[in-house]
């Protein structure tokens, strides 16, 4: 159940914010969210109609640290939180070259703005493999220099309401002492039919008539055959000869069973990526419906509410941006999990708000 009760002794901050994903979880908290920045324009519309909060597009790496603390209500427990771009972390970027690129650095830039603009408590979320690089210890050491005590560990998103197996390491810092995760709040994780299963069944290609972000990328006549002939937890494998895809047929190819590969109805979903529309990119196949997953059901896997909107009406309804929204967006419901978290920190030491920034 959401907490209605808006809590007007926060204020907080989402840097790298997305379509809102970790804000409409603190909002469902009662934790007001003031602002998100992000580069992607894209992210204006979902972000300001779903959360009623000011989307600022901006690159982090040149916000001046008072520009952000500004953005903070005065006289409040003040809570940044930030999801820097993942990419250069991911194992789906074995290619990806991370020296080159500014995204690498965005993390010093978080750690340059906590320093300056001095929240109360600080959050990040990204994938468990940012731990294995310099740049998240320095992050997590210039955190400690400044005060705060941080905790940090890999979380599996399921135990806490999402419907699919979704690792990501989460870090908690505050300058008021101790503060770590709540426990798990699902033991027995939401499967893929209790989180979709009662949406309206459509085809390969096509849209519902009531939600437009219900609609499904279309198929090849060979993939249409490809997915009659696939079974929920199955693989590629299980395909006549004549299916198989000659890269699947190649040492490196074999290695990737999944792809091409149903859902189970019984289960959580795979971990929801950008290009989760696509049957061919993971499995991301339907577990009944001859088609891959529509981007409405991808959101409710990534915990979006139901009627949660990407896209304007009159605007269209274009895989390659949504997608790239719900992929990257933190799960709502990890988002709540986080929420409470920084919540029961604040009441089991009694912070109370402090004025222009100075410690109790």
């Known amino acids: 159940m959401a907490n209605n009760k808006v809590n007007n002794d926060f204020s907080c901050v989402d840097l790298f914010c997305g379509a809102g994903g970790l804000t409409h979880g603190f909002i469902l908290e009662g934790l007001p969210v003031n602002a998100g920045i992000d580069l992607?324009?894209?992210c204006r519309y979902p972000y300001e109609v779903n959360n009623e909060a000011t989307f600022i597009e901006q690159d982090v790496a040149k916000m001046e640290a008072g520009e952000l603390a500004s953005l903070f209500s005065p006289g409040t427990i003040k809570v940044l939180a930030g999801c820097a771009p993942c990419q250069p972390f991911s194992t789906y970027s074995q290619r990806y070259d991370t020296m080159s690129d500014g995204k690498w650095s965005l993390l010093y830039e978080f750690g340059r703005l906590?320093?300056?603009a001095r929240p109360d408590i600080v959050t990040m979320e990204n994938v468990p493999t940012v731990q294995r690089h310099e740049v998240f210890k320095d992050f997590s050491a210039k955190?400690?220099?400044?005060?705060?005590r941080v905790w940090s560990d890999v979380v599996e998103c399921?135990?806490?309401?999402?419907?699919?197996?979704?690792?990501?390491?989460?870090?908690?810092?505050?300058?008021?002492g101790s503060i770590e995760m709540i426990e798990p709040t699902?033991?027995?994780?939401?499967?893929v039919k209790q989180a979709i299963g009662r949406l309206r069944p459509i085809a390969a290609g096509e849209r519902a008539p009531r939600d437009r972000l219900h609609t499904a990328s279309s198929l090849s006549p060979k993939n249409l055959k490809r997915i009659r002939a696939s079974r929920p937890g199955g693989t590629w494998r299980d395909w006549?000869?004549?299916?198989?895809?000659?890269?699947?047929?190649?040492?490196s190819g074999r290695t990737y069973p999944s792809v091409y590969g149903r859902m189970e109805w019984d289960k959580p979903a795979p971990t929801m990526t950008t290009q989760c529309y696509g049957y061919g990119n993971g499995r991301f196949g339907h577990p009944e419906q001859d088609r891959a997953i529509s981007l409405r059901e991808a959101a409710i896997l990534q915990s979006f509410p139901r009627g949660y909107k990407f896209v304007d009406r009159d605007e269209p309804v274009e895989f390659n941006p949504i997608g790239r929204m719900i992929g990257n967006a933190v799960p709502v419901s990890l988002g709540r999990a986080i929420a409470q978290s920084i919540s029961a920190h604040v009441a089991e030491l009694n912070v109370r708000p402090t004025r222009r920034g100075k410690r109790n």
């Open 186 to 191: 699902h033991p027995h994780p939401k499967t």
């Open 158 to 176: 399921a135990h806490y309401g999402v419907p699919q197996t979704r690792r990501r390491i989460v870090l908690l810092a505050s300058l008021h």
């Open 40 to 42: 992607d324009p894209a």
């Open 114 to 116: 906590v320093e300056g």
């Open 240 to 251: 006549p000869p004549h299916l198989v895809a000659d890269c699947h047929k190649e040492g």
């Open 143 to 148: 955190l400690e220099e400044l005060g705060y």
